[in-house]
């Protein structure tokens, strides 16, 4: 069992992470310069297509946070050589579209948010604890290929994480709400 969390805590980790760094790349004074809504402001049945909250800054920069921790874990956990640059480049890939995944699948949850009127910023259990896992694994399914175990693995390990994380960032006052 402790494996298999393991393996899911690794796995995961670069949608984990970028799912979380928009938060972070929005206190960064030059990263916050860059404020172009993912919508571009744009409506569809009188509400906003995703809201305020998602921007092109957190896609982009969750998108390469994800890059970066699958890069970090080939040399510092799988112990990938830099004499193996395409597996180097496979594991920044295979990050990227985590991270991608990650944060499109909260675009989707977002939009729903939006067309169902759940006002910004409040929680819509449990959806918002899921979207990021579904998001990720959607998008790397068609290039990596695990047992679905271990895809149930990872969405169980995901979204407990999910709610740690997201009550220690209300504890830190990164969030409005635990949950």
């Not at 980790?13 to 206190?27: D, E, Q, T």
């Not at 809504?37 to 909250?53: A, M, V, Y």
């Not at 050589?81 to 995944?101: E, K």
């Not at 699948?105 to 729903?112: H, I, Q």
């Amino acid at each position: 069992m402790i494996s298999h969390i393991i393996a899911a805590l690794l796995f995961f980790a670069p949608a984990g992470v970028a799912n979380a760094s928009p938060i972070f790349a929005n206190k960064i004074p030059l990263l916050n310069r860059w404020d172009t809504p993912l919508d571009f402001g744009k409506s569809l049945h009188g509400r906003r297509i995703f809201g305020d909250n998602k921007r092109w800054r957190g896609v982009i920069t969750g998108t390469l946070v994800g890059g970066i921790v699958a890069y970090i874990e080939a040399i510092t956990v799988f112990k990938v050589s830099f004499n193996a640059p395409w597996q180097l480049t496979l594991s920044f890939a295979t990050g990227l579209l985590l991270g991608f995944g990650a944060l499109m699948g909260d675009a989707v949850e977002s939009f729903f948010k939006r067309q169902f009127g759940v006002p910004p910023g409040k929680s819509w259990f449990p959806f918002d604890q899921i979207d990021y896992i579904v998001g990720g694994l959607v998008v790397s399914f068609p290039f990596v290929h695990v047992k679905l175990v271990d895809y149930l693995w990872v969405f169980v390990v995901w979204w407990c994480m999910h709610l740690i994380f997201s009550y220690i960032g209300y504890l830190l006052h990164l969030k409005d709400t635990p949950i």
